[in-house]
C-alpha cells in the first residue's frame, strides 16, 4: 500500500491507514493518539519556546532566512527514507520491529528527523533546520516517551567556502559544525557554558561526534553530529561527487526543555493541566531558561504493583514488549517500568523476570481501585499477548 496521507483527512481514514491488518504493524491506539498533536507548532508550547530560540540563533549567527526552517513534514515516511537513504546497515537494531513502530514493511513512524536529510537536499535546500515528533519503542521512566521531537540542522559547502581555510573540505566542516554548535549551547545555556565533545558513531556522518553540556553538576548528551557521510551527500545532490562538504546533527527538545526550563517529567510536555501550560509563553526565552523556569505542583502519591512471571522462550518477551503493554492500559498514569529481578532456573532453563510498575498521576489522586484494574489488565494482557507465565 502506498500511503500519501496528510493532517486534516478524516480521523477514522487515518486512524485505519497507521493501525491496519498488515503482518507487520505494531502502532497502537496510545501511539495513534498522539499522531498529529505538532507539540513543536503550538506557541506557549516549551517545546516550541526552544524551538524559536534555536531559530533565532540560526538567523543572528548566519542572517534571517539563511537556514530554511521546516516543521511540517510528515510523520509517517518509508523505511527508504528513516534507514536506506542515510546507510542504516540492514542488520542495525534500529531496523526491528522492537525499537520502530511500522505502518507496513515499508512504511515507519519516522525514528528520527535524519529521515529527511536527503529529500530536503533533493528540494535544492543547502541549509536547513527540521523540526519533527518521532517515534520509538522504548523502555518507560521520567526521562523516556515513545513519542520526543528533534531538530535536524544540515549545511552544505562549496570549494570556495573552504579554499582560504588552509584546510579540508571535512576538517573546516567539522570545526564550522563544532563552533555552530558551542555557539547554540551558549545562547541557549549562557555565555559561561562548558561543552565537551565526545567521539561517536553515526551510519549517516563521519567523523561523528556527541556534544555534552555541564549543567547542574553533571554532563548531558544533547545531540548528535558529524561530517555528512559523502556518499549520502553526492547522492543527494548530483553533480561531481566529492566537490561538497556538509555536516548535520539531530538534537532531542525535550532533554534541552527539561533541563533549562526545569521539567522534571517528560510526560508533561503532554498534559493539558492549566497548572504547566499556564507557565509558558511564547517570546519569554532567556539564556538558561531564567524567564521560563518551571514550578512544579503538587506531586500526588506513587502507587507501586509488582509482577513476576516466567518468561517463554525465544524472544517473544522484550523490555519494550513488555512497555508497550503497560503504556496501551495505562497510558500517561505509568512514571516507571523497572526489573527489580531477572534469574534462569539451572533446574528447568527457565527465565523469571519481576518488574516493578509506578503508577502515578500528574494531575490527580489515584484511587486503589482504579490502579487494581489496571494492574489486572496488566497481567492479563502480559499472558495473551507476551505468553508469560505469572508466578
Ligand atoms: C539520532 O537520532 C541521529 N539521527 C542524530 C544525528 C543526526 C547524528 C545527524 C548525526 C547527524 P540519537 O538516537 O542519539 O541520534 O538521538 C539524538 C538525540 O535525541 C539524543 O542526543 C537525545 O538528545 C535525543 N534522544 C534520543 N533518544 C531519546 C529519548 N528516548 N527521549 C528523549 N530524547 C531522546
Ligand atoms: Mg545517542
Known amino acids: 500500500m502506498r500511503l500519501t496521507l496528510h493532517f486534516g483527512v478524516t480521523p477514522s481514514l487515518f486512524c485505519a491507514e497507521v493501525i491496519t491488518g498488515d503482518p507487520a504493524n505494531n502502532v497502537t491506539d496510545a501511539i495513534f493518539s498522539k499522531l498529529g498533536a505538532k507539540l513543536h507548532t503550538r506557541r506557549d508550547h516549551p517545546i516550541c519556546i526552544l524551538k524559536d530560540a534555536i531559530h533565532q540563533y540560526f ?24 534507514f536506506d537513504q542515510v546507510l542504516v546497515p540492514p542488520d542495525h537494531v534500529s531496523r526491528s520491529p522492537n525499537d520502530t513502530y511500522y505502518v507496513n514493511a515499508h512504511t515507519v513512524l519516522r525514528c528520527h528527523t535524519s529521515a529527511h536529510q536527503v529529500d530536503t537536499l533533493r528540494s535544492g535546500k543547502r541549509a536547513f533546520l527540521i523540526t519533527g515528533d518521532v517515534y520509538r519503542r522504548d523502555a518507560i521512566d521520567a526521562t523516556h516517551y515513545p513519542v520526543f521531537h528533534q531538530m535536524e540542522g544540515v549545511r552544505v559547502f562549496a570549494p570556495a567556502d573552504w579554499a582560504a581555510s588552509g584546510q579540508d573540505g571535512t576538517a573546516f566542516a567539522a570545526a564550522e559544525l563544532k563552533s555552530t554548535l558551542e555557539g547554540l549551547a551558549r545562547h541557549l545555556f549562557g555565555a ?42 553526492d547522492g543527494a545532490l548530483g553533480g561531481n ?41 511564547a517570546g519569554t526565552f532567556k539564556p538558561g531558561g531564567a524567564g521560563t523556569k518551571f514550578s512544579s505542583f503538587s506531586k500526588y502519591p506513587p502507587c507501586l504493583k509488582d509482577v513476576s512471571f516466567w518468561m517463554p522462550p525465544g524472544d517473544q518477551f522484550t523490555e519494550n514488549n513488555m512497555c508497550e503493554v503497560v503504556r496501551s492500559v495505562a497510558g500517561d498514569l505509568v512514571e516507571e517500568v523497572k526489573l527489580m529481578d531477572k534469574f534462569t532456573s539451572p533446574k528447568t532453563g527457565k527465565t523469571s523476570g519481576c518488574y516493578r510498575i509506578v503508577y502515578r498521576s500528574m494531575e490527580r489522586s489515584l484511587t486503589d481501585e482504579e490502579i487494581n484494574a489496571l494492574q489486572t489488565e496488566v497481567r492479563s494482557r502480559m499472558v495473551s499477548q507476551l505468553s508469560v507465565e505469572l508466578r
Open 241 to 281: 561527487p566529492g566537490e561538497h562538504r556538509a555536516w548535520a546533527f539531530g538534537l532531542g527538545l525535550e532533554r534541552l526543555a527539561m533541563v533549562l526550563f526545569g521539567i522534571p517529567d517528560i510526560r508533561l510536555f503532554w498534559t493539558s493541566d492549566e497548572r504547566f501550560t499556564r507557565q509558558f509563553k
Open 59 to 82: 538567523d543572528s549567527r548566519f542572517g534571517a532566512g539563511v537556514f530554511a526552517q521546516l516543521d511540517d513534514l510528515h510523520p509517517l515516511v518509508s523505511t527508504e527514507q528513516n
Open 192 to 233: 559561561e557554558t562548558e561543552v565537551r565533545w565526545i567521539d561517536a558513531y553515526f551510519p549517516f556522518t563521519e567523523p561523528s561526534f556527541e556534544m555534552e553540556i555541564f549543567f547542574n553538576g553533571a554532563w548531558m548528551e544533547v545531540l548528535g553530529c558529524g561530517v555528512m557521510q559523502q556518499r549520502i551527500l
